[in-house]
């Protein structure tokens, strides 16, 4: 019982780091937007 809720943990774990990378990159991305805006 207990390797299914670290097996879980694990998982859970590295999800929650995909969605923070993919948060960093639509952040990342929304600045560049308006990098290019202000520059025009």
């Known amino acids: 019982m207990e390797v299914i ?13 995909i969605k923070q990378i993919e948060i960093q990159t639509n952040i990342t991305d929304e600045q560049a937007k308006t990098n290019d805006f202000k520059n025009k």
Not at 5 to 17: A, D, G, Q, T
């Open 5 to 17: 809720i670290l097996i879980l943990f694990v998982l859970y774990l590295s999800l929650s780091k």
